[in-house]
C-alpha cells in the first residue's frame, strides 16, 4: 500500500476518503457577495479576519461605511478603505453583511440608511453576522432583535437585552440568519458559522 504524503515537517496528510469533500468543495462561496460595514476605531480582527476568510472561500466582499473612498482607521490605527457607501448600496445586491466592532458601531448607527441596510438584509433572510460591540448597529435596526438569541460583548450586554433579544454568553449563536460573537477570541467560530449558513448548511 503506498505511503501517506509527508511534509518536510514531519506530519502525514491523506486525501479525503470516497465521497468525502474537500473544504474549497464543500464551502465554495464564488456566487456571494458579502459587505463589512466600516468606520473610524474599528476593531482591527473583526474587520479583517472575516474579510481574509470569506475571500478565501471564493466570496466578493466589499467594504461599505458613510463615504465611498474614505480611509477609515482602527483603534490602533490601521487602515481600510471603504469602497461603498450606505447611499450606494441594496439588500438585493448582498448575500450577507458583516458588523464588526470596536467603537465604530457607535458611528455607523448614526447613519439611518446604514441600519436600513441592515434591517433589509435581515428581513430578507440574508445572513447578518456581528461581533462584540457590533450589536449597537443591530440594536438600531429596526427592532430586528426582538424574540431572537444572540450574544455579544458583555458591556452592551443590556443594550442587546433591551433591544429585544435573548442574551446567551458563548462562542457565536446562530438564530437562524443571525450570526454573533463576543470579542476577538470567538472568530473562528464566529467566522466558520458565516462560512456554513451562507454556504446553506446551518439554514
Not at 464564488?30 to 480582527?45: F, G, P, R, S, T
Not at 424574540?147 to 458591556?155: I, L, P
Not at 452592551?156 to 463576543?182: F, M, Q, Y
Request: aromatic share 8%; proline share 5%; charged share 20%.
Amino acid at each position: 500500500m503506498p505511503a501517506s504524503p509527508q511534509s518536510n515537517t514531519g506530519l502525514e496528510f491523506s486525501a479525503p476518503a470516497p465521497g468525502q469533500r474537500g473544504y474549497h468543495r464543500n464551502m465554495e462561496l464564488a456566487d456571494k457577495k458579502i459587505a463589512i460595514l466600516v468606520d473610524n476605531l474599528y476593531q482591527e480582527m473583526e474587520v479583517w479576519y472575516p474579510l481574509f476568510r470569506f475571500q478565501e472561500a471564493g466570496a466578493t466582499v466589499i467594504t461599505v461605511g458613510a463615504k465611498a473612498g474614505e480611509t477609515y482607521t482602527s483603534k490602533l490605527g490601521y487602515p481600510v478603505k471603504c469602497q461603498l457607501s450606505y447611499d450606494d448600496v441594496k439588500a438585493s445586491q448582498f448575500d450577507g453583511v458583516v458588523i464588526p466592532g470596536g467603537y465604530a458601531p457607535d458611528h455607523i448607527r448614526r447613519h439611518p440608511k446604514a441600519n436600513q441596510f441592515v434591517h433589509e438584509m435581515d428581513a430578507a433572510g440574508k445572513l447578518v453576522a456581528s461581533i462584540c460591540h457590533g450589536l449597537w448597529v443591530l440594536c438600531s435596526a429596526g427592532g430586528m432583535l426582538k424574540g431572537r438569541k444572540a450574544t455579544s460583548f458583555f458591556a452592551v450586554k443590556d443594550d442587546v437585552i433591551n433591544a429585544g433579544a435573548h442574551w446567551v454568553d458563548a462562542e457565536v449563536v446562530v438564530d437562524r440568519n443571525l450570526v454573533t460573537s463576543r470579542k476577538p477570541e470567538d472568530l473562528p467560530a464566529f467566522s466558520k458559522a458565516c462560512l456554513e449558513v451562507l454556504a446553506g448548511v446551518l439554514v
